[in-house]
């Protein structure tokens, strides 16, 4: 193994600046991912070339894939910069910001449309106060297993990068944000406001745009059964729909 | 509807942070709410184990008063008594309260909140979601928040940072201004009260299990403003970490509480596999050394035994790495428990736990100083409050694991309702007379100085340098000579920071000159830990001296303040609150001599828990309201 690796970044200095791409070459040690050799060109912000540029702009904080902060296009794929790590991909090693948002600076974009998402979908439970009113509901040790699997979303928008239906010509508000209104509608409680949340998806942009192309459940890095939620979610609407009908 | 007059601005979006912003808006108040990243990244976010709290569903006799037993001695008494009290009769309303938020708690076969055993106490009594349970905490307060932020009473300000608080001649804090990091842009925000939620400092020490906005830039802001520092030498250094190159992740002690052994091979440098160790030539030396608690004793207890093993030479292959090992458990119950740490285990060092011992050293982890506060979570500025891992009042000495995520929501939920005492007193509605346009002037000023400062130094390498210094002089094992010579380096690098060129051409989303900024903060913030430390000639919990290895309650059963000068910290010594348990001497290696709980029998008179608990009753209302009946 060489002692350095070759980085090739796609960088843009700000949303309306164009896109250039810089090399840099950063010392190789053994078990480091991709955001330690973001690091060692903080250390020196010098070209491969020997220029002296700016340093590169990313998102990170928790850096052990758990805040969902450092999703980037590695080689091609969209995956979390903390958790990929050197030694297992090619070099030289190509990095690019997420697509399907609009660049901030270099890595970094903007990804507020998730939380947008979130706030749509009616995404938590209608509690009376946070004054004790005593423990929650019983729940089935099954039905928690189950809802601990979808509730380990980080909001890293890799499902959104790698669905066809995210585009800029369409308003589908992505897997996600879907997987939140299985989340809560499975939850006792959460039940009550189902309705809501089933109409939030119901419109234009909602749970018919999905495609099926299941690319979302392939690249969740946290392995969230996101073609579940989204099926399970399919049949509570058609449902709702059934009887909201027949009710008129 | 808003209530006029009163903001309060939440300085940090983790669990103190949004609890009290939550507790400001259910009473009707708005809140401007800052953080640095979105408040669903925060660093709460990486809190693994669970949350305490005594409901003895267990049926083993836990109870509130039990748990407040445990935290005062696993702090080595150095707490200040009465709060923890209070936290821990809090705790469990506060466990209900994030289950009717729907968080995913695992359950028992009856369909209860399961609970599992953590360090420093012989009962369940932690309540976990998986092994993520901080992150599933996070997400239930950060939909709440949503909610108040569709009805309009929370203003959210992410990607943006706390610069200072406004501070006027009669030391009364006015607001605080902050930086748009896209723009860089500098304003002031006049507000009625500040509450700062901003975390630990763990990158002072370089690599740490911290996120990377964990800087403790902000309590150091407030510091060098005259804000006091409590007992910033007491750093928690966690006993079992990943070591890597970018940063430390932790392996919670969530591990050791499912069953998890830790042992060396009993002959030094001895390289084969782990697997191919027979029993009897493995050493498990916290089980042979504290039968009582075995690899459940407290965190400091815990990194000394396996750093001082590492350092005898006992370490994996003579290096410095433990085995944590979980093999003995089935895979199917290792998944269901403790999956989401097994996960990070794979996928950063590429070996399967469920089949493979873990290798592990101790990594800083926990700030159990901070910035000082009163029992209202006001610090010594009228005005400023402080919350969470920030402020230094809960955990004394050495933090019991599960005991951060409760310490968070304690004093959100007591800064909330205390900010907006505050507020609603005669204090506000006054003009200043540019009062914060200058305090925004000055701020801008230290932007355009650092964009035009020109020299050798590069901030990245600063801080790298003082990581390392201050991880090996100020963390597991403290001589003076080497603290003395710790603080003459931070004061070299301080005087080269004036020659750092932070190398950036462009400052729109700039990363570099916010860095900086942080890094001095930092350096001056690193400096009261390394002297505190210095001035502490005494062995207390984390704080581990071996020419001093007793605990000297005669001279430093004290909290340490420190007060900025221009020419270094400036050093007293409070009294401690030991109101309700008389200080003893601390050991695990026999059962701990506790008060025996059971039912409705109150605890032996030495404690004087009991009646001081019922004075409280009567004196003061709980911040949640009812929890008084769940205190058994």
């Known amino acids: ?248 | 509807m808003a209530k006029a007059d009163i903001r309060i601005a939440v300085v940090g979006g983790g669990l103190a942070g949004l609890m009290t912003a939550i507790k400001v808006a259910e009473l009707g108040h708005k809140v401007d709410l800052f953080s640095l990243v979105p408040v669903r990244r925060s660093h709460s976010v990486c809190a693994q184990g669970g949350i305490n709290g005594a409901v003895n569903t267990k049926g083993e006799g836990d109870s509130p008063l039990v748990h407040f037993e445990d935290t005062v001695y696993g702090g080595d008494f150095l707490a200040n008594q009465t709060q923890v009290k209070m936290m821990c009769e809090m705790a469990p309303a506060i466990i209900y309260m994030f289950d009717r938020m729907g968080v995913p708690f695992s359950r028992t076969p009856e369909g209860l909140i399961d609970f599992r055993r953590f360090g420093g106490t012989r009962f369940h009594r932690t309540a976990f979601a998986g092994a993520s349970t901080g992150q599933q905490l996070l997400y239930a307060l950060d939909e709440q928040v949503r909610r108040f932020e569709a009805e309009g009473l929370v203003t959210k300000y992410e990607f943006w940072e706390f610069l200072s608080p406004v501070i006027d001649d009669n030391q009364v804090c006015r607001g605080l201004t902050a930086m748009n990091l896209r723009t860089l842009e500098v304003q002031a925000f006049p507000c009625d009260a500040v509450v700062m939620a901003t975390g630990g400092v763990g990158l002072i020490f370089g690599k740490s299990t911290n996120s990377v906005i964990c800087t403790g830039s902000a309590q150091s802001a407030l510091y060098q403003q005259g804000v006091k520092y409590a007992n910033g030498e007491f750093i928690q250094v966690h006993p079992t970490a990943i070591p890597g190159e970018d940063k430390l992740r932790l392996m919670s002690e969530s591990a050791r509480g499912e069953g998890g052994r830790v042992w060396v091979p009993r002959r030094g440098g001895d390289e084969r596999d782990p697997e191919s160790i027979p029993e009897d030539e493995r050493w498990y030396f916290l089980e042979e050394k504290y039968p009582a608690y075995g690899n459940l004793v407290p965190r400091d207890i815990a990194t000394r035994e396996i750093f001082q093993v590492c350092q005898d030479g006992f370490g994996i292959g003579g290096g410095n790495m433990v085995y944590l090992d979980l093999t003995h458990i089935p895979a199917e119950a290792l998944d269901r428990k403790l999956g989401a740490i097994l996960e990070i285990y794979e996928k950063f060092v590429g070996e399967d736990p469920r089949h493979t011992p873990m290798k592990i050293f101790p990594g800083v982890h926990y700030t159990m100083g901070g910035i000082w506060v009163d029992a209202d979570q006001m610090t010594n500025v009228p005005g400023i409050f402080a919350t969470g891992e920030c402020d230094y009042s809960i955990h004394g000495a050495n933090r019991l694991g599960a005991n951060s995520l409760v310490s968070c929501i304690y004093a959100g939920a007591v800064a909330g309702p205390a900010a907006v005492g505050y507020a609603t007193g005669d204090r506000h509605g006054e003009t200043y007379n540019g009062l914060h346009e200058g305090e925004a002037r000055r701020q801008a000023e230290i932007n355009e100085r650092l964009k035009n400062q020109r020299g050798p130094e590069n901030a990245y390498l600063l801080h790298e340098e003082m990581g390392e210094w201050m991880t090996d002089n100020v963390t597991v094992i403290r001589y003076n000579g080497k603290l003395e010579e710790t603080d003459a380096k931070l004061q070299e690098l301080i005087e080269r920071y004036g020659r750092v060129d932070i190398n950036e051409s462009v400052y729109w989303s700039t990363q570099a000159l916010p860095h900086a900024r942080h890094l001095y903060n930092m350096l001056q913030l690193a400096r009261v830990i390394t002297l505190g430390a210095l001035r502490r000639n005494e062995s207390r919990g984390a704080h581990y001296k071996p020419e001093f290895p007793e605990r000297n309650d005669a001279e430093f059963l004290k909290t340490t303040i420190a007060v900025y000068t221009p020419e270094g910290p400036e050093f007293s010594y409070e009294d401690v609150d030991i109101s309700l348990i008389p200080p003893r001497r601390r050991v695990y290696d026999i059962v701990k001599e506790a008060p025996k709980v059971a039912g409705d029998q109150p605890p032996p008179d030495e404690f004087h828990v009991e009646a001081h608990l019922e004075r409280e009753r009567k004196d003061k209302q709980h911040p949640f309201e009812d929890s008084s009946k769940n205190v058994t």
């Not at chain 1, 796609?10 to 973001?38: H, I, M």
């Not at chain 1, 998730?114 to 106060?129: M, N, P, Q, S, T």
């Open chain 1, 1 to 248: 193994m060489a002692d350095t690796i070759r980085l090739r970044i796609r960088r843009q200095d700000s949303p309306d600046a164009p896109t250039r791409w810089e090399e840099f070459d950063v010392p190789y040690r053994k078990g480091e991912n991709v955001l330690t050799c973001l690091m060692d060109i903080q250390k020196s912000p010098v070209t491969s070339g020997g220029r002296r540029t700016t340093p590169v702009v990313w998102e990170s904080n928790c850096l052990e894939e758990v805040c969902g902060s450092c999703s980037m296009i590695i080689n091609g794929r969209a995956r979390m910069g903390c958790t990929t790590l050197v030694d297992k991909i090619e070099k030289p090693i190509t990095v690019e910001p997420l697509t399907k948002f609009p660049v901030v600076r270099d890595l970094m974009v903007d990804r507020s449309r998730l939380f947008d998402g979130f706030r749509k979908v009616h995404a938590w439970i209608e509690i009376d106060g946070t004054h004790d009113l005593g423990p929650g509901p019983r729940v089935a040790p099954e039905v928690q297993a189950a809802r601990y699997d979808m509730s380990r979303c980080m909001a890293c928008a890799i499902c959104l990068e790698v669905c066809p239906q995210v585009n800029s010509h369409s308003k589908f508000i992505g897997p996600a944000a879907l997987n939140q209104v299985r989340l809560f509608n499975t939850h006792p409680t959460g039940k009550m406001q189902r309705d809501a949340r089933l109409t939030a998806i119901m419109g234009p942009g909602g749970i018919t745009d999905c495609g099926n192309a299941q690319n979302c459940v392939k690249s969740c890095p946290k392995e969230i059964p996101l073609t579940d939620s989204i099926a399970g979610l399919y049949r509570e609407t058609t449902w709702y729909g059934l009887l909201g009908w027949l009710k008129k």
